[in-house]
């Protein structure tokens, strides 16, 4: 495993109000990737860093913003949350594209 | 574009039986192909991985998985299933780069 953390591992939010979920890694991996997971679509990417202070979107990156200052720490954050964006968000690190990706324990979020 | 196809949503074995979980991928040259577990309020889990060379991969906990590029298939079996099997399983491809596209999972039941 690559030391993986995420934090909070569950939260419960109203609808309008910002939320940000705090992906914390110790394995000095480079690429860093923010997932959603939801009945029936699998994982979904998000948006992803490939170095500090470098990211890109995902295929479902609409409502979400991502910031990553520090090669350890990769910051998912939902601007307005709705309760569209209630699902369980995983946090994965990889070193390298021709490496696998590891994953954290998740974080279920519910937006009321 | 490239996907991921497991078309079995639930499966349920008998502990003991053989099991196969099929994964059909769609991709324009020979992708690098993942079965992830997922045990409930978990993480993903890496069971296997193919990039290249012999196209039968084996894996963790007695799992294995046989890359057939003419069925453009990846399915993965194991001999004799055990209760602690039971969990979500998805498959997963990249082209060599960094997005991993997830397959929708597949629901595994084992019955004692």
């Known amino acids: 495993d690559a030391g993986i953390t995420q934090s909070p591992r569950h939260k419960v939010t109203e609808t309008g109000t910002p939320v940000t979920l705090r992906c914390h890694q110790t394995?000095?991996?480079?690429?860093m990737y923010w997932y959603r997971q939801d009945p029936g679509h699998g994982l979904r990417l998000i948006h992803y860093?490939?170095?500090?202070?470098?990211?890109d979107k995902g295929e479902v990156s609409d409502g979400y913003s991502v910031s990553r200052s520090k090669t350890e720490d990769f910051l998912l954050t939902l601007e307005s949350a709705t309760s569209s964006q209630t699902s369980v968000y995983f946090c994965?690190?990889?070193?390298?594209?021709?490496?696998?990706?590891?994953f954290g324990p998740g974080t279920r979020l519910t937006v009321t | 574009a490239q996907s991921v196809t497991q078309p079995d949503i639930h499966i349920t074995v008998s502990e003991g039986a053989s099991l196969e979980l099929r994964c059909n991928y769609s991709?324009?040259?020979?992708?690098?192909l993942f079965w992830y577990v997922q045990s409930p309020g978990q993480g993903l889990q890496l069971l296997l991985k193919?990039?290249?060379?012999?196209?039968l991969v084996q894996g963790i906990k007695g799992f294995e998985a046989e890359f057939k590029r003419s069925q453009s298939s990846f399915n993965l079996r194991k001999p004799s299933v055990h209760w602690s099997d039971a969990a979500e399983y998805f498959c997963?491809?990249?082209?060599?780069?960094?997005?991993?596209?997830f397959g929708t999972g597949t629901q595994l039941k084992v019955e004692l």
């Open positions: 994965a690190t990889q070193w390298d594209p021709s490496y696998e990706q590891y």
């Open positions: 394995e000095n991996h480079r690429y």
């Open positions: 860093s490939y170095g500090v202070k470098d990211t």
């Open positions: 991709y324009g040259a020979t992708p690098y």
């Open positions: 193919y990039f290249s060379g012999d196209t």
């Open positions: 997963a491809l990249t082209g060599g780069g960094n997005k991993l596209t």
